[in-house]
Every structure is written in C-alpha cells, then in structure tokens.
C-alpha cells in the first residue's frame, strides 16, 4: 500500500512532462515546420553579440537579415554575407563550420525533459538537457501566449552564461519559397569564397 501513493506521483510526473513536451512540440512545429513562419528578433549577450532583425523559416530552409549580416539557405547551398567586409562565404547547406556562432546553440529535440509553467495569459515552457556537454546548450525557456502559442521570448542558458532572445511579429505560413532565393546581383561587388566541396 506504501508504494501506491510513490506509484502515483510518479505517473502524475510523467503526464506532466507528456504534456508539456506536446505543448513544447507544437510550438516547434509551428515555428520550424512546413508550412513556414517569419519572426522579428532581439538579442543581447553581454559583452559578446548584441543584434536584432528578422527570420523566415520553412522545413531546413532559412533567411534572416539583420545591420551587419545575412544569409539565404535554400536547402542546398548556404549564402552567409558579411555586410562589413562585403564578402559572401558560400558553404553546402549541412556544413556545420557556415555560422560558428549559431553552432553553439545547436540541440536534440530527443535530448530533453519538458515542464511548463502557468504564467497567466502566458505558458512557460522549459527544455533541460539530459545529457549536458561543457560546451553547447543547457536548457531553453520559451514564453509563448496561451491564445494562439505565438513565442514571445526564449531563453537559453549554456554552462557560463544565458541569454534571453525577444521575438516580435510572428506569423506562421504562407511563406513564399521565393524568400530562400539568394539574389546575387545585390551583391555584385562583393567577393564570393567558395567552400563547398
């Protein structure tokens, strides 16, 4: 009889976490997912990146722009543009060295345990990681609305710092492919180096 009430608890946990990782889940899709979505973003680390402009996403495509960079991955090749330096790296799109800094914030949806949080018209969703390397990813903290599950900030902690990430104007589908095409004559005087193999 003692191990009923343990028993329980147990499966209380369980659906907890259940639940919050389809409510974790549905908000991935809909950010990631096929049918697209575009975002305005802020983010500051401390002493080493501060930036804020827009994303479109859509299944392994991407395109974002902000003051000093840009990129068009098309789901084969990646364009990364430096604005400053004019030049445009090209890479395969699967190249894990095309954006260094976006490598530190690479994860595995399977490589978490899920909890949500009620903050009045708010969930908070949070991802901790199983298994955590030195390096790399923690835990990631998304506030979405109740309403429509829109994200409104996310927070991802690594081993010495967080950093919080504001999103504005999110909209999801009806993401023209067009958006994923790199338009090489706006860059026409820029260098262009090759890393594809």
Known sequence: ?????????????????????????????????PQGSSLSYSVNIIGLYKTQGDVVYKNKKIFYEEKRFCAWEDGKVAYMVDKKEKKVDVHDFDDEKKDKFLAMFKYDLNNFTYSYKDKGEYYELTAKVRKAKFFGIRSVTALVHKNNLHPVSLTIKLAFLSTTVQISNFHSGDIDDKVFNFPKSRFADYKFVEHRK
């Not at 009430?5 to 908000?27: G, N």
């Open 1 to 33: 009889m003692l191990m009923l009430p343990v028993h329980c608890m147990a499966e209380e946990k369980q659906d907890a976490q259940t639940e919050a990782q389809e409510l974790f889940d549905k908000v991935y899709n809909m950010v990631f997912g």
